[in-house]
């Protein structure tokens, strides 16, 4: 009995991969595997704010107030997304009314994305296979360079407040912030007001996604 188990123990990987699986992980690896790529969070939320390194990031780049990561997308990831940090879900980080959100950026190109633009930060729940869930908010900077700031339904948005000014320019950093109140949505770039949304009351937060 004990060869016969051997026998059937030794030939599972080849049955298995005779089935041509789109993935096979064996997890019998000799060597230990590399430890997280962490980008640790400073703020009060302490170490379950930390930012995990999903894609190519690069992680000590000189910011505007210290260092920062530099995000590297290319043509053929629009609608994708090639770099990211991903922030496990944490309710402190999906508060309801009234909240902030502020970060700085400085894009390297401005367009050559899709009809939307790119997003530099979001905290979404998408349901990209159909639905149209968009609980939570996401930035988006457009083609033209127009900073947009969305607030999100289980279906489609509460609110969608495109910036009257203070365009992104490559090679410049800017200073961005939205504030929603419950009922008032704004948006500011460098410390200037450059647009409000009216919330008809029904947006909802993320509930599971990550930051």
């Known amino acids: 009995v004990g060869f016969g188990l ?10 298995v991969l005779s089935h041509n699986p789109v993935a096979y992980w064996r ?38 107030v210290g260092n920062s990561i530099r ?28 909240f902030t959100i502020e970060f700085w950026a400085k894009p390297t190109v401005v367009g050559g994305y899709d009809a ?3 997003c530099p930060i979001s905290c979404l729940n998408p349901n990209w296979y159909g639905g149209g869930n968009r609980t939570g908010w996401i930035f988006y900077m457009s083609p033209a360079g127009r900073w947009t700031f969305r607030l999100g339904l ?24 939205a504030t929603f ?6 948006v500011y770039v460098d410390g200037v007001p450059v647009g409000t949304g009216t919330s008809g009351g029904r947006w909802k937060p ?4 990550a930051l």
């Open 6 to 15: 051997a026998a059937q123990a030794a030939d599972y990987a080849s049955t």
């Open 27 to 64: 997890f019998n690896e000799t060597v230990a595997s590399p430890p997280p790529n962490i980008v640790a969070n400073s703020g009060s939320l302490g170490s379950a704010g930390d930012g995990y390194v999903v894609m190519n990031v690069g992680k000590g780049e000189a910011g505007k």
């Open 71 to 98: 995000l590297v997308n290319s043509a053929q990831d629009t609608g994708l997304c090639g770099s990211k940090v991903d922030v496990p879900f944490h309710p402190v980080l999906n508060p309801p009314a009234p």
């Open 116 to 118: 939307t633009g790119c």
């Open 154 to 177: 289980t279906s489609g948005y509460d609110v969608t407040l495109n910036a009257s000014g203070g365009n992104a320019q490559a090679g410049v950093w800017q200073h961005i912030v």
């Open 181 to 186: 109140d419950g009922t008032t949505a704004r």
């Open 206 to 209: 993320n509930t599971q996604m």
